[in-house]
């Protein structure tokens, strides 16, 4: 994996030994970045035992970009670059991840990772970040809306990790978000989730809140705003525009105010 474009400025003069030493000095300073993997469930990004794909993530994924977009990132860059809509079996295995996440990060050292993960997807999702941390990439946040499989034959019958995970992420950072209908019947989605046995969270995350939604809508639970004031989708792009300068501001060139004098 490549490195990451850097801006290079110069500082200042330099007295290394004298008035005949002073020189410039280029100095490399990388430019943070961010990658967001949308990670859908059953069905989403492919075929699922005949059903689908829905792209109920991607959806979510949109807002997302479009949210970005309106904060001054550049629109192809969102789409084609920092962000990526994945299905929840290419987050587990040594070559889907590989394939499907490690090759797509591009700076492991100036990279911020945001993890969005709906239904199977949410599960797979909190057990990567475990990954992803103890091989050093930097996971700022963890979103799982509604995740699902805690049940034995869902488990069985789908690429998922076994075992109940215990997520890493940086500190208060995990939104969890929890659906339960109950404003009328249960759809299709509602009760493949029950079937799935949602993963009942009682503690980890800095916020975790049930809305009265249906399972299936991914971007909704997404993009709602909670008992906080705001919504999943604020939070992330908030934390990422404290984080990540928009390219046009990165990559400009230091002018002589940015260029502060040091003496060695």
Request: net charge negative.
């Amino acid at each position: 994996m490549g490195k990451s474009q850097s801006s290079l400025c110069k500082v200042g003069e330099k007295t290394l030994t004298g008035d005949a030493n002073k020189k410039d000095k280029e100095i490399e300073v990388p430019s943070k970045s961010f990658i967001a993997f949308f990670i859908g469930g059953a069905a989403d990004k492919k075929s699922y035992y005949g059903q689908g794909p829905t792209a109920l993530v991607n959806y979510a994924r949109l807002s997302f970009v479009y949210k970005m977009e309106s904060l001054g990132f550049d629109k192809g860059d969102l789409r084609s670059k920092f962000t990526h809509h994945i299905g929840y079996d290419d987050a587990k295995g040594e070559e889907d991840v590989k394939s499907s996440i490690l090759n797509k990060i591009e700076d492991k050292d100036n990279t911020y990772i945001y993890l969005i993960g709906h239904s199977l997807g949410a599960w797979n999702a909190a057990h990567l970040s475990s990954y992803l941390m103890d091989e050093g990439y930097k996971v700022e946040y963890l979103v799982t809306l509604d995740p699902v499989g805690e049940g034995i034959l869902v488990g069985m019958f789908s690429d998922i990790y076994w075992g109940k995970p215990e997520p890493k992420y940086a500190e208060k950072n995990w939104i969890n978000i929890r659906a339960e209908f109950t404003s009328g019947d249960l759809d299709v989605s509602d009760k493949v989730a029950d079937f799935g046995e949602q993963w009942n969270i009682k503690s980890g995350p800095n916020i975790n809140e049930t809305l009265n939604i249906h399972h299936a809508n991914a971007d909704l639970m997404f993009g709602t705003v909670l008992s906080s004031g705001r919504s999943a989708l604020d939070f992330i792009s908030a934390n990422i525009s404290k984080k990540v300068k928009v390219k046009n501001i990165a990559d400009k060139k230091c002018n002589d105010e940015e260029k502060p004098n040091i003496e060695f």
